[in-house]
Each structure stands twice: as structure tokens, then as C-alpha cells.
């Protein structure tokens, strides 16, 4: 919920997703103790399909990646952002990702950094002989 919290105090609504319910639940009494009643907290899988809500001016992954998924891209609204932590340890890179147009998007890499996968995300496919 800390992250949730931080993100809640800088805009409209907020959708925040969790894919365990007990993280969810948790994370409702503190939030409401500090005041973020924008925000709506859902038990989801994030990489299973499109969220409904969308799409989103914002979407902040904080979970790691190997490389960003399209399902994500599009969920996005034109001139919307993304911040995605993708790689594999210990070579992993923070981007921010603009949708640019209908079909386009602009990636910036902003820093190297190490972060744990998303639960239930693809692994890198390993080189075999």
C-alpha cells in the first residue's frame, strides 16, 4: 500500500491491482487511515488481459519484466506513461514508456537497477545447444 499511498497524492483515480487478495485486503484500512479515497484496490493479475478502467493516463509496474509487453503498451492512452523495470539480474533497466500515437511509443531507459520479476511473468527463454 506505500507506494499506492505516495502515487494516490498525485492525481484523480487510481486503480491499484495486487495479485494477492491478502496483500489487497491489508492495504485497505492504512489507506483509508491516510486519506486516499481515490483509490480503488483490486485483486488481479495485471498480464492476464486488459484492466477495465482504460485505458490509463499512467501505469506504474513495480515489479520487474524481460521486456514490456504489448498488452501493457495498449492499455495506455495516447500521451499516457508507463514505468516498467525490465531485464533480467543483474542487468535490469528502468524505462519510461510513452504512447506516442495510436501505434507508437517512445522508450527511455532512466537508470540501471535490480528488481524482483512480477509474480506469473514469462521468463527469458534460455540458450540451448
Known sequence: GYVTNCLSKLGG???????????????????????????ELRTADGLEGTIQGGPFD???????????????????????????????APAMEANLITRVGDSAWRV??????????????PEKDLFEF
Open 108 to 121: 527511455e531507459g532512466l537508470f540501471e537497477t535490480e528488481l524482483q520479476p512480477l509474480v506469473n511473468a
Open 13 to 39: 483515480k487510481l486503480i491499484s491491482l495486487d495479485i494477492h487478495a491478502q496483500f489487497t485486503e491489508q492495504a485497505r484500512e492504512p489507506l483509508q487511515a491516510q486519506g486516499c479515497v481515490n483509490v
Open 58 to 88: 499512467v501505469i506504474a509496474v513495480t515489479g520487474s519484466l524481460i521486456e514490456i509487453p504489448e498488452l501493457l503498451k495498449n492499455q495506455l492512452a495516447v500521451g499516457g506513461r508507463m514505468f516498467l523495470v525490465t531485464g533480467a
